[in-house]
């Protein structure tokens, strides 16, 4: 069974950062491609970053690009976005989700498991 735990996340005023992370369990890691996706109030839920299994390769919205950066430690079955110069767009709950081909993909179809979510809000 694998497992997406995410933690990070919070509530924050425009122009701060935050962290968010997403450890796996379950699968060997390095396997795995990563992305971050959320869901703004009202909205469909949108990609926001992905990652290959190597971090040789990454991609990201247009919204995010220069602001957000996403990595990942083998070592720690984990994955990050960092996220600075939040604006209050940004608001959503924020997804983990991992794709067993270790390609960069940004179609949320591609990905086979999913964290929890956690909220991110930016306010103004």
């Known amino acids: 069974q694998v497992q997406l735990t995410q933690s990070g996340g919070g509530m924050v005023q425009s122009g701060a950062s935050l962290r968010l992370s997403c450890v796996v369990s379950g699968r060997t890691f390095t396997h795995l491609a990563m992305g971050w996706f959320r869901r703004a109030p009202g909205k469909e839920r949108e990609f926001v970053a992905a990652i290959s299994w190597d971090g040789a390769y990454t991609n990201y919205r247009d919204s995010v690009k220069g602001r957000f950066t996403i990595s990942r430690d083998n070592s720690e079955n984990t994955v990050y976005l960092q996220m600075n110069s939040l604006r209050p767009e940004d608001t959503g709950v924020y997804y983990c989700?991992?794709?067993?081909?270790?390609?960069?993909?940004?179609?949320?179809?591609?990905?086979?498991?999913w964290g929890q979510g956690t909220q991110v809000t930016v306010s103004s």
């Open positions: 989700a991992a794709r067993r081909l270790g390609a960069v993909r940004s179609a949320e179809s591609e990905f086979d498991y």
